[in-house]
């Protein structure tokens, strides 16, 4: 078997050439800096530009399915041209590979590609699973409900569509956890607001097993990556503090401070998003790090 990756040398991209390797499965992938590509084997590169619509079509060669991951960070700040970016980077990348796929004889029976829980409203009382309407409520919501409409464009060309709603990515090695624990260094635990938004997360090792569980059984549709027990941006912060063993003075943050410091970007830290896993977990995948604390510890 052969996959082709958007997105390989990321986090979670690194992690599932991993585990292809380990099981025997061949990897092409494209990358946007051509310094980064290799001639392996079982690890190919390949270059692309999503911006100017370039891309070598021998990526798809002896390819049996694609995990799309590719799209640009929404940590930035959320200027005009960089909210274009974020879309672009997730439509534009995902219609360049259906378009030179159309009208050509190719062996890919399957697409994984990432989604967002962000497609899903900010509420402190509603449970969401994958049956939800959704609706376009918040530019992220935007953003994601006009990439799965671009990725649900492959079922046109008789090929099976799978689509991954990503939580809060928890790792050791960049991102928002490593964020939050900055301020313990003196002594001050940071809760946004009230704190009772709820953060649907997941261990990134979790994530990288969910999205190769999905490949491996073949399952379609749409699935939540969160682990089963989201908590409150309050209980995130406590259980910060008992893992690292830290006597923690909490700050709230205010959201107009937020919004004054982040511009429109600080919404992400205020939406509340409970989330369910339930329809994965019935297919028969196993959360390692079900609750946060023994994933805290493990990252921490």
């Known amino acids: 078997?052969?996959?082709?990756?958007?997105?390989?040398?990321?986090?979670?991209?690194?992690?599932?050439?991993?585990?292809?390797?380990?099981?025997?499965?061949?990897?092409?992938?494209?990358?946007?800096?051509?310094?980064?590509?290799?001639?392996?084997?079982?690890?190919?590169?390949?270059?692309?530009?999503?911006?100017?619509?370039?891309?070598?079509?021998?990526?798809?060669?002896?390819?049996?399915?694609?995990?799309?991951?590719?799209?640009?960070?929404?940590?930035?700040?959320?200027?005009?041209?960089?909210?274009?970016?974020i879309l672009a980077s997730r439509t534009a990348s995902t219609a360049l590979l259906v378009n030179n796929l159309k009208g050509e004889t190719h062996t890919i029976k399957h697409v994984i590609s990432a989604s967002s829980i962000g497609i899903y409203p900010s509420s402190e009382t509603k449970y969401y699973d994958e049956n939800f309407k959704t609706s376009k409520t918040s530019f992220l919501s935007k953003v994601t409900c006009a990439w799965e409409h671009e990725v649900d464009a492959f079922k046109q060309l008789n090929?099976?569509?799978?689509?991954?709603?990503?939580?809060?990515?928890?790792?050791?090695?960049?991102?928002?956890?490593?964020?939050?624990?900055?301020?313990?260094?003196?002594?001050?635990?940071?809760?946004?607001?009230?704190?009772?938004?709820?953060?649907?997360?997941?261990?990134?090792?979790?994530?990288?097993?969910?999205?190769?569980?999905?490949?491996?059984?073949?399952?379609?549709?749409?699935?939540?990556?969160?682990?089963?027990?989201?908590v409150t941006n309050k209980e995130f912060v406590k259980s910060i503090n008992r893992v690292l063993d830290k006597s923690l003075f909490v700050v709230k943050l205010p959201k107009i401070l937020m919004r004054m410091v982040l511009g429109e970007m600080h919404t992400i830290l205020f939406e509340s998003q409970r989330v369910s896993s339930k329809k994965i977990e019935d297919k028969g995948f196993y959360f390692e790090y079900h609750h946060l604390e023994p994933a805290l510890i493990d990252l921490l």
């Open 1 to 85: 078997m052969r996959v082709l990756i958007t997105g390989a040398t990321g986090l979670i991209g690194k992690d599932i050439v991993k585990l292809c390797h380990r099981n025997n499965i061949q990897v092409n992938y494209l990358t946007t800096r051509k310094s980064q590509i290799s001639q392996t084997e079982n690890y190919q590169g390949f270059y692309w530009n999503p911006k100017t619509l370039e891309i070598d079509t021998r990526c798809f060669n002896g390819v049996d399915a694609i995990i799309h991951l590719a799209g640009a960070s929404i940590s930035n700040r959320w200027t005009p041209s960089y909210k274009k970016e």
């Open 159 to 230: 090929i099976m569509v799978s689509k991954i709603r990503i939580g809060l990515v928890l790792s050791d090695k960049g991102g928002v956890l490593t964020e939050m624990i900055k301020p313990t260094k003196y002594g001050v635990g940071t809760v946004f607001g009230c704190g009772k938004q709820w953060q649907s997360w997941i261990h990134h090792s979790d994530l990288s097993q969910m999205i190769f569980y999905v490949l491996q059984h073949k399952l379609s549709g749409v699935y939540n990556a969160v682990a089963p027990n989201p």
